[in-house]
Every structure is written in C-alpha cells, then in structure tokens.
C-alpha cells in the first residue's frame, strides 16, 4: 500500500521559497506590495510542492484574512498579554485580529461567538469561554477553533493552558518552605466551574499540594470570583476573620484578584507579607511595581498566545488532529512573602528555599 503524502503547508511553501510566511500569506491573497519576482518565486514553489489551500478553509467559507478572539473579562490584564502574543503571529502572516468581549452568561457569550462566526472569521480564538465541552466541541466542527486557557482534552478544537496543577504546587512549596503551615486559596467559585477550566485545575492543584505536606486540615477554599471587587471583597472576609484564625499566607488565584486582597487588607491594617504572605498567577505588568511587588506565578502569557495563534492558523490551513499544549510555569518571588512570624529558625532556613528570585 502506497504511504499517503503529507499534505503541503504555508510554512512549507515559505521554507521552499526561502520567504516569510507572511510573504506567502499575500501571494495567496494577491495582497498589494507583492513584486512579480516574489510571485513568481512562490507560485513556483507551490507548483513543486502541490501546495493548494483547503478547499473548507479558503474555497467553500471564502477567506476574510481576520481571526477572532473572544474573551470576557476585559479588567483581567493578562488576557492583553496573550492578546499581544497572538497578534504578533497573526500580523506576520497578513491577519487582522478583532477582539470582542462578551459580559457574564453562557447567553452573552454565545450570541457573541455566533456574531463572529456570521461574520465569516477564518478561525476563533477563545479566551477562557465558559459552558460545557459539548458546545465547544459543535462549534469547532464548523470553524477551526483554539480554546487558551482551557483545559484538554477536545476532539474538535485545541488547547493553550498553563499546567495549573504545577503552578499551584509551586505556590504552596515556596510557601511551606517558608514555614507556613495556614495557607488558604481564593477560589473562583462564579459561575460553577466547568472540567478542564483554569479555575477548576488550579484549586485541584492547591488541594493536592496542601495534602501532599500533610496539610490537609488547613485547607481552605475562600470563595469568590477572579476579579479586583471580589479580590476586595476577600480581603476583607479575612480581614474579620480573628487572629488566631486567619490563614499567614493566600494562594490569590490571579494577579487581579490578589492584587485586590493586597489592597483591602493594607486597609485593614494588616501587613503583607509579616501577617499575611500574599502569592498571585498570571505575572501581569502590575505585579512587577516597585510599591506592590507581587511573588508570582508566571505563565509566559504572550508565549501562549503565540502558540495558540499558530495552532489556530495551521488549523485554517487543513489540520484536523487536535492538540493540547501545556506551557510549563515559573514561581518569580517578589515581596509579598516570607516566613510567618510564627515560624521557628528551622522552618525558615534559607537554604531551603531553591526557587529563582526575580
């Protein structure tokens, strides 16, 4: 039996040619600016190579050269990041990205997609979407879809996320070398959330790792959503909580919510790190100011941007298979922990703590 050839790609075209894929991307779009030697070279590599566009990606649905990022939470910062990384992918190759942003609720959401997809987008890319698998899976068989910041797996779409797991872990490793022992974790717990999303794997992580030291007992979920107000709102929730009660460090979850509990309990009067050693995830540019210096997860956020553009666009040229990366995350240690005033020399021994400080 005759091995079946792998079809020809854009990028293949590119390295045949010796151009950019963007150089190939406006020959096949008859884009202004191309030179006749630059056509020519191109179509010729096309020709040695049997290149021709999916007759579903560019023939039948027609081509509009403009990808679609949906994403909900506009005051989430990190979501610009991976914005930026998906951008700059788009842009080398001749797309146009436009963002849109839904508000809260499955309804909002999918009249938002379906508005992108009638406006024929060649792809979507989307951030973090909410509801069941089962309706990703129905979209992404009728437009190539890229879910970031969503748990695999998916038979019909792709996946960029952060591994969550670790990350968490990470979190309470540095923590529990430091010495503490009460670690709580403000939880995303609105809207109910779905398998495989960020907030779902994240807190699994948290628990999993709280076990793993043999915290068991001290495992507590402080309910909320990953947003600045209800980052606020917890805060103060532990804030009222007495002394002898209140956890000496937090697992914030995001960036943006930690950065609001770092912000109601300074009003409170309780001091971060010496009461409270606070940790986020996300390494949004705010986290890195001199006055907050926020210890971190850092999850390359344009990084996977970058990614997810890409598997969107090979998904546009003919890939059916789908993937699931996992970008692995970093802990970057700031100023907003350190040992608890409780701890014993011990507990607190530098020599422990074996993670890169930024």
């Known amino acids: 039996m005759t091995e079946q050839l792998k079809r020809a790609t854009i990028s293949d075209v590119a390295e045949h040619a010796g151009v950019s894929r963007a150089a190939v991307s406006k020959v096949l779009r008859n884009a202004y600016g191309v030179s006749?030697?630059?056509?020519?070279?191109?179509e010729d590599s096309m020709a040695l190579l049997n290149?021709?566009?999916?007759?579903?990606?560019?023939?039948?649905?027609?081509?509009?050269?403009?990808l679609g990022v949906?994403?909900?939470?506009?005051?989430?910062?990190?979501?610009?990041?991976?914005?930026?990384?998906?951008?700059?992918?788009?842009?080398?190759?001749?797309?146009?990205?436009?963002?849109?942003?839904?508000?809260?609720?499955?309804?909002?959401?999918?009249?938002?997609?379906?508005?992108?997809?009638?406006?024929?987008?060649d792809g979507l890319l989307l951030i973090a979407p909410f509801g069941?698998?089962?309706?990703?899976e129905k979209l992404g068989r009728t437009i190539p879809v890229v879910v970031l910041g969503r748990h695999g797996p998916a038979m019909h779409f792709d996946t960029v996320a952060s591994d969550d797991i670790a990350g968490s872990a990470l979190i309470v490793d540095h923590?529990?070398?430091?010495?503490?022992?009460?670690?709580?974790?403000?939880?995303?717990?609105q809207p109910s959330s779905e398998p495989g999303m960020p907030q779902t794997v994240r807190l699994e992580g948290y628990d999993?790792?709280?076990?793993?030291?043999?915290?068991?007992?001290?495992?507590?979920?402080v309910p909320g959503r990953w947003g600045y107000e209800s980052g606020l709102e917890a805060g103060r929730s532990l804030a009222k909580r007495p002394s002898g009660k209140r956890p000496t460090a937090l697992h914030g979850g995001a960036d943006v919510a930690a950065l609001g509990a770092f912000t109601s309990l300074f009003d409170s009067g309780i001091d971060i790190p010496k009461d409270i050693s606070l940790v986020g995830y996300d390494n949004v540019p705010a986290a890195s100011l001199p006055p907050i210096g926020l210890t971190t997860v850092d999850q390359s956020g344009v990084q996977m941007g970058r990614q997810a553009a890409e598997l969107l666009l090979s998904r546009i040229e003919g890939r059916q298979e789908s993937q699931h990366?996992?970008?692995?995350?970093?802990?970057?240690?700031?100023?907003?922990?350190?040992?608890?005033?409780?701890?014993?020399?011990?507990?607190?021994d530098p020599s422990r703590r074996s993670f890169p400080v930024e």
């Open 36 to 42: 006749p030697a630059m056509r020519t070279k191109v």
């Open 51 to 66: 290149y021709r566009p999916l007759a579903s990606a560019r023939g039948m649905r027609g081509s509009s050269y403009t």
């Open 70 to 121: 949906f994403l909900v939470d506009l005051s989430n910062t990190f979501f610009s990041v991976l914005v930026e990384g998906v951008r700059d992918v788009a842009e080398e190759l001749g797309y146009q990205v436009l963002i849109g942003q839904a508000r809260q609720g499955l309804d909002a959401q999918q009249k938002l997609i379906e508005a992108m997809v009638d406006r024929r987008m």
């Open 132 to 136: 069941p698998n089962e309706e990703l």
């Open 175 to 189: 923590l529990v070398a430091l010495g503490h022992q009460r670690i709580s974790m403000l939880a995303n717990t």
């Open 208 to 221: 999993i790792a709280m076990r793993k030291h043999g915290l068991d007992e001290w495992i507590d979920h």
């Open 325 to 348: 990366i996992l970008v692995p995350p970093r802990l970057i240690i700031r100023k907003t922990t350190c040992p608890p005033a409780s701890a014993d020399a011990s507990s607190t």
